[in-house]
């Protein structure tokens, strides 16, 4: 069975090439490479898989050719005829080949002789000519001599071409010398030489690759792939020509040099091949592969650092358009930071905020929140609160500083653990958070936390969602009172604020989820315990089949951009180890 890999002349036309690239039959054979004259003896081929842009890598699994004698027949004037005394010629060549068709030319006595019948032998050199053989063909042949044997001498046959003209059919015998006569005869054991000296016009071969090798032909020079110095013949069956490590180097570099190149790129991949040989001949293919996929590293080839808290982390991916990958390779490290997104705080909307409550020097801001007990554990349980994150943004540079404080009478009361002083950049738009120098023990289910915001410098927005204006307290006299907000300065919604608490022991393994840029499609990546250590994970693993989907439904030329999520409720630091995208290189054309 013939792979799926292109093989073709490497200077066929580009039309041709395109036709072939979309899976149209072409006019010539393409497994059938035919070595003609003038000497060298040489046929150039391309083993190939259509090019595919936007690639950054090939991997090639397999590269291969079979191949054996091919049928093909010449005429050869590369013979010597010398005359037997009177009965027959000897017809000799340079070198061992096999004889498929004679035409001679001879004078028959009148009238014929009765059971005559053209007789080729077998013959060898001796004392500077030739002595001849067994009988190996005659024409006529003999018949069975049992209901268990073949026609004696058959194989052969005559045709008559028009005056004494007639074409000797031999079924591509092999040898050097043949000893060629007519005689006379009912058996074979009674055939006898007659007189007559028959003269050769034509004798033409199954021609059989003499000294046939196969070179590769690559940027570093040429390489000698397989040879076989003596005549291939038919009987030697199939012969293997692997070269897999370097069709990797010579695509890879051929990849390389048409991403490169602002030239119109070639719509195939390929290696290239020379057939040479020393004799006129034709090598069939019988079996060829070029087995490999295209590697795309969207992330770029550096790895990746994310803290993953509560709220998806943005994965931009660079892949082809409109191409699905085969198969992915995402390979994660993480560590678990010991807290995790306490149960009454919600995940983010999926949609960015579209305003909240400006925090400044005269005006601080304050969000209620209850902490929600840990699994199992009732209202008035006691756990330990690690850090809180506030969606801010900061127009230009500013100084945040967050305070937890203890409800008194519905508003902010005395401060329940050190300020937190956060720098935020001048156009920073993000979930900011603040991590407590040491947890703090609080009670759950029960009183509210409150978390209050100043700035020391510049002008920060507190983000908001849509919905009733609810937990919300500002005071412009730096904390002394507390009331409600101006509806009129804040039309949005609860601010968007979560708490983290300490998680008891040692942790479970965290749920990392993979989801596209709505948050529709979601699938968890599965994580084994790194060996030695109680807070650390890997995936090795591949991004969920509703991803691969997504990157080939994206429009465009080239490479465009697909954003992908990675959220957990657990604070984690991910490390994006490697992420890789595999590409059937014929998915275009199917």
Do not use: C
Request: aromatic letters at 4%; hydrophobic letters at 45%; charged letters at 15%.
């Amino acid at each position: 069975m013939i792979a799926s890999a292109l093989f073709y002349p490497a200077k066929l036309a580009r039309a041709d090439l395109v036709s072939l690239v979309h899976g149209q039959p072409l006019s010539i054979p393409l497994d059938v490479v035919q070595l003609d004259d003038p000497a060298p003896h040489r046929a150039e081929r391309e083993l190939a898989v259509p090019f595919l842009p936007g690639m950054d890598d090939i991997e090639v699994a397999e590269a291969r050719l079979a191949l054996r004698a091919g049928s093909r027949q010449v005429d050869t004037e590369d013979y010597k005829v010398t005359a037997n005394g009177s009965q027959g010629i000897f017809l000799s060549l340079p070198a061992p080949a096999r004889l498929r068709k004679v035409e001679l030319t001879y004078t028959l006595p009148a009238p014929p002789p009765p059971n005559l019948h053209v007789v080729v032998r077998a013959a060898t050199p001796a004392n500077g000519g030739f002595t001849g053989g067994a009988p190996l063909f005659a024409e006529p042949s003999f018949g069975r001599p049992g209901p268990m044997f073949s026609p004696v001498l058959a194989g052969m046959s005559a045709s008559e071409l028009g005056g004494n003209r007639r074409l000797l059919t031999l079924p591509s015998v092999l040898g050097q010398a043949w000893l060629i006569q007519l005689a006379v005869g009912t058996s074979a054991t009674e055939l006898a030489p007659q007189d007559i000296v028959p003269s050769v016009q034509r004798v033409m071969l199954d021609a059989t690759p003499r000294n046939l090798s196969v070179v590769l032909l690559g940027d570093a020079g040429e390489v000698k792939l397989w040879n076989n110095p003596e005549a291939l013949l038919p009987d030697a069956g199939e012969q293997e020509v692997s070269f897999t490590p370097l069709a990797s180097k010579e695509l890879a570099a051929t990849l390389a040099r048409q991403n490169a190149s602002t030239a119109t790129a070639s719509p195939t991949l390929p290696v290239r091949l020379r057939f040479d040989a020393d004799t006129v001949s034709a090598v069939d293919i019988t079996a060829r592969a070029l087995v490999a996929e295209y590697l795309v590293r969207p992330l770029g080839p550096d790895r990746l650092v994310q803290r993953l808290a509560g709220s998806p982390v943005p994965l931009a991916l660079q892949a082809p358009a409109g191409l699905t990958p085969r198969s992915s390779q995402l390979r994660l490290t993480v560590k678990h930071l010991g807290r995790e997104l306490n149960g009454a705080s919600p995940e983010p909307p999926p949609a960015p905020p579209g305003g909240g409550v400006r925090v400044d020097q005269a005006r601080q801001v304050a969000a209620a929140v209850v902490p929600a007990p840990l699994g199992g554990a009732a209202a008035g349980s006691v756990l330990r609160l690690a850090s809180a994150r506030l969606h801010l943004a900061a127009a230009e540079a500013a100084e945040a500083v967050l305070e937890l404080r203890a409800d008194v009478a519905g508003s902010p009361g005395a401060a329940a653990a050190p300020p937190v002083v956060r720098q935020l950049a001048a156009g920073v738009s993000d979930w900011i958070e603040f991590e407590l120098a040491e947890p703090v023990a609080v009670i759950a289910g029960q009183a509210p936390l409150w978390l209050t915001l100043r700035v020391n410098k510049g002008q920060i927005r507190w983000f908001a969602v849509p919905g009733p204006v609810t937990g919300t307290r500002v005071s412009t006299d730096r904390g002394q009172t507390w009331g409600p907000p101006d509806a009129r300065l804040m039309p949005a919604g609860p601010l968007l604020a979560q708490v983290f608490h300490v998680v008891p022991g040692p942790p479970a393994a965290p749920e990392i989820r993979v989801q596209d840029g709505g948050g529709v499609s979601k699938a968890t990546v599965a994580l084994t315990a790194a060996p030695g250590s109680g807070t650390e994970w890997v995936a090795d693993g591949a991004l969920p089949a509703a991803a691969h989907a997504l990157l080939g439904a994206r429009p465009g030329q080239g490479k465009v951009t697909t954003t992908l999520q990675l959220f957990s409720r657990s604070a984690l630091d991910v490390t994006v180890e490697s992420l890789v995208l595999r590409y059937d290189p014929f998915a275009m054309s199917a």
